[in-house]
Nanobody, 125 residues
């Protein structure tokens, strides 16, 4: 069973910084590979939107609203992804979800998408 777990959310004042972390894991080292890992956010009444994604060995892609302020990074050996968020704005408030596209050793021809449970980020003005 695959688990994707986020951490690092919280309350911060506008202009501040937060760092989100996400770890993907499965029983007995059964993860074969993780191609894409990324972050999405959602606010009540709106659709979940892309914040940043990064494929293995490729450049990152960011939403226009966070370019220059957020940085996504990965530790591929440990199946981790981070989101460094600087110069935070009240409009960055939302629940941030980690997303991972994973192939398991039991069936490495198939890539499935997994989501974390979400972590709340609140930016006060």
């Amino acid at each position: 069973q695959v688990q994707v777990v986020e951490s690092g959310g919280g309350l911060v004042q506008a202009g501040g910084s937060l760092r989100l972390s996400c770890a993907a894991s499965a029983a007995s080292g059964s993860i074969f590979s993780i191609n894409t890992m990324g972050w999405y956010r959602q606010v009540p009444g709106k659709q979940r939107e892309l914040v940043a994604i990064k494929k293995t060995a490729e450049s990152a892609h960011y939403a226009d609203s966070v370019k220059g302020r957020f940085t996504i990074s990965r530790d591929n050996a440990k199946n981790l992804v981070y989101l460094q968020m600087n110069s935070l704005k009240p409009e960055d408030t939302g629940v941030y979800y980690c997303n991972a596209h994973i192939r398991l050793r039991s069936n490495f021809a198939q890539e499935d998408e997994y989501w974390g449970q979400g972590t709340q980020v609140t930016v006060s003005s």
